[in-house]
Nanobody, 124 residues
Framework: VQLQASGGGLVQAGGSLRLSCAASGRTFSDYVAGWFRQYPGKEREFVAAITRIGGNTYYADSVKGRFTISRDNAKNTVYLQMNSLKPEDTAVYYC??????????????????WGQGTQVTVSS
């Protein structure tokens, strides 16, 4: 599976952005999808995940109530709607896909494929 993320940019605190991740190469509905983010010099951290047909979603505590993950399997795309953005949300965001959610969703162990990353910058 090839993943192409887009939608990052610069936004003021309190604003919104929607990230998109287009998948190609395999049947997207066969994969769990999600987002991780990475701060400079830090490990990648879990943001959100969604199961194959969108029946279950998972969020990091830091984004619950502000971010929403969704997917459109007909378009082979997963989205991350980010509202009420804070400066601490500034990071590079990566979309991921995995064949199954084995282990803890917050770890990278289930992530078989990674997109190239898109920068999100939130100014105060």
């Amino acid at each position: 599976v090839q993943l192409q993320a887009s939608g990052g940019g610069l936004v003021q605190a309190g604003g919104s952005l929607r990230l998109s991740c287009a998948a190609s190469g395999r049947t997207f509905s066969d994969y769990v999808a999600g987002w991780f983010r990475q701060y400079p010099g830090k490990e990648r951290e879990f943001v959100a995940a969604i199961t194959r047909i969108g029946g279950n979603t998972y969020y990091a505590d830091s984004v619950k109530g502000r971010f929403t993950i969704s997917r459109d399997n007909a378009k082979n795309t997963v989205y991350l709607q980010m509202n009420s953005l804070k400066p601490e949300d500034t990071a590079v965001y990566y979309c991921v896909a995995g064949s199954k959610l084995a282990g803890r969703v917050t770890t990278t162990s289930w992530c078989d494929y990674w997109g190239q990353g898109t920068q999100v910058t939130v100014s105060s």
